[in-house]
Each structure stands twice: as structure tokens, then as C-alpha cells.
């Protein structure tokens, strides 16, 4: 079947330390990959996606790159702030009937000043 | 202006009680969808309308039903509510099915004593 898997939290980190949060997924076809974030007490946001192998995508600082090779797509900034305090979400788009988002289990990244 | 919200934000009930929970979108989207996000985080589709017709029903109880007056509307019933539906649960809209981008509302915590 079709999941995601995601390091396990909670991820606690210095303000301006380099973040990494670690995606794998398994998937039939080539399914687009997406990190989601979740900021206290909101909704879900789009944050990235890559759409094919060896895509990167990008937003506010973060990273991620489409790894068919080794099914990841790891989330990445070097220099992390208090704001980006947030509960993170990989997941993958499958491309087969009706089209529906697979998420990871979340990863709550803490950033203390 | 809000873009998909939710009501209520908090619901606490006991079981046994029927209880629903309303999502309204104001982005055109022809796309909406239920999310259940349980207690380690883990989110997983429930339920999801295209212009009014049901496209995706996840392996949910039949106590949970979805209810699409319109496409700017998606209400989720559920009847003889259980300790396992507590929950957060997200309402989402896309453009169209399928399309990346979803955009989530800010989730109701329901609580069932």
C-alpha cells in the first residue's frame, strides 16, 4: 500500500541549529511529496512538494528533495528560529482513482531562544 | 477573511450523543474533505466531496456521515458518539480533486466522555 513514514518526535533544537526531519515513503507509481506544517492551534499549511525525481522544493528557509532512489524526501533548513516551532507532516499525493493526500505521523519540532 | 472554517472549535459530549460539526470554504474550491487527526497526530482522510458528490469514503463507521448542501459547505454527523471519535478533526478544500494545494480549517477538538 501507500504510507509515509517520518522520525519520530519531538525534535528539540538551539535557535540558528541546522534541522533536519527525515521522510520515507512507499508508493506505487510516482506519487508527488509535499511537507505540510501545523502551527499551534491552526490548520494545516502548505509548506513544500516536488512533483518528480530529483525535484526541490522550497519555502521560508526549508528544503526537500524528491530521492526516488531511496524513497525520501527529508525536510531541511540551516538555520532554524523560534517561529518555526510547529508539529511538521510529510505526505504524498496518489495518483490512482480518487486522488487523495497520504500523511506521515507528524513531527513536532520545538526551537528554544 | 477566513478561508475554510470550522464550528465548533471545541466540542465536548458524551457517548452516545449524536453531535456535527460544520466546515463553510470561501475559495470557490469544488473540493472539500474530512480529516481524523488522533491523539499521536497520525491524519487520515475520512470523507471527500467534488461539487456535492461523494469521491472518497475511507474505511469510517457508518455513524460518521458527510453531508454536502452545497460545494461551499461539508458537514460531518456523527451518531451514537464513542470514547474512540476523540479527536481533532480537519476539514480541507482543493481547487479540484486532485490538485496539490489543500487548505485546512482549524480543526475541531471533540471530546467524548
Known amino acids: 500500500g501507500n504510507s509515509v513514514t517520518q522520525m519520530e518526535g519531538p525534535v528539540t533544537l538551539s535557535e540558528e541549529a541546522f534541522l533536519t526531519i527525515n521522510c520515507t515513503y512507499t508508493?506505487?507509481?510516482?506519487?508527488?511529496l509535499f511537507w505540510y506544517v501545523q502551527y499551534p492551534g491552526e490548520g494545516l499549511q502548505l509548506l513544500l512538494k516536488?512533483?518528480?525525481?530529483?525535484d526541490k522544493g522550497s519555502n521560508k528557509g526549508f528544503e526537500a528533495t524528491y530521492r526516488k532512489e531511496t524513497t525520501s524526501f527529508h525536510l531541511e533548513k540551516g538555520s532554524v528560529q523560534v517561529s518555526d516551532s510547529a508539529v511538521y507532516f510529510c505526505?504524498?499525493?496518489?495518483?490512482?482513482?480518487?486522488?487523495?493526500?497520504?500523511f506521515g505521523q507528524g513531527t513536532r519540532l520545538t526551537i528554544n531562544p | 477573511d477566513t478561508a475554510v472554517s470550522q464550528t465548533p472549535k471545541y466540542l465536548v459530549t458524551q457517548m452516545g450523543n449524536d453531535k456535527s460539526i460544520k466546515c463553510e470554504q470561501n475559495?470557490?474550491?469544488?473540493?472539500m474533505y474530512w480529516y481524523k487527526q488522533d491523539s499521536k497526530k497520525f491524519l487520515k482522510i475520512m470523507f471527500s466531496?467534488?461539487?456535492?458528490?461523494?469521491?472518497i469514503n475511507e474505511t469510517v463507521p457508518n455513524r460518521f456521515s458527510p453531508k454536502s448542501p452545497d460545494k461551499a459547505h461539508l458537514n460531518l454527523h456523527i451518531n451514537s458518539l464513542e470514547l474512540g471519535d476523540s479527536a481533532v478533526y480537519f476539514c480541507?478544500?482543493?481547487?479540484?480533486?486532485?490538485?496539490?494545494?489543500?487548505?485546512f480549517g482549524p480543526g475541531t477538538r471533540l471530546t467524548v466522555t
Open positions: 505526505a504524498l499525493k496518489v495518483i490512482q482513482g480518487a486522488q487523495k493526500l497520504v
Open positions: 516536488a512533483t518528480k525525481a530529483d
Open positions: 480541507a478544500s482543493s481547487q479540484e480533486q486532485g490538485t496539490y494545494e489543500q487548505y
Open positions: 466531496y467534488n461539487n456535492k458528490e461523494l469521491i
Open positions: 475559495l470557490g474550491h469544488d473540493t
Open positions: 508508493a506505487t507509481g510516482y506519487p508527488s
